[in-house]
């Protein structure tokens, strides 16, 4: 079992960057596939962003050249970076890891998530 806590998320003014954390507790996370998706009221959740076992990045088209994700050496803790915001960024994003592989479009729908941050993105 994975335990995943994020922290990070703020109101920020649309292209004032913001970085988000999770940090990883409990069995080895190099056996998922993790990530980042982010849920907003009345909409369904969308990943965002993922890291393959082998460490491949995939991103969602929404937010490709403007988010990046990073992780450290132990794959103890995920970044994901949020340049450039927008207001269509607004949600809550957690931190996600699914068995498997391919795993950016099943983000919070299986597997393990946290609690999430919130981040708001004024205009």
């Known amino acids: 079992q994975l335990q995943l806590v994020e922290s990070g998320g703020r109101s920020v003014k649309a292209g004032e960057s913001l970085r988000l954390s999770c940090q990883i507790a409990?069995?080895?996370?190099?056996?998922?596939?993790m990530g980042w998706f982010r849920q907003v009221p009345g909409k369904e959740r969308e990943g965002i962003a993922s890291v393959e076992v082998d460490g491949r990045r995939k991103y969602a088209d929404s937010v490709k050249g403007r988010f990046s994700m990073d992780e450290n050496n132990a794959r103890r803790w995920l970044w994901l970076y949020i340049n450039d915001p927008k207001p269509e960024d607004t949600g809550r994003y957690y931190c996600a890891a699914v068995m498997g592989a391919n795993c950016l479009g099943v983000l919070g729908k299986s597997g393990y998530w946290g609690q999430g941050t919130q981040v708001t993105v004024s205009s």
């Open positions: 409990g069995s080895d996370a190099w056996d998922y596939c």
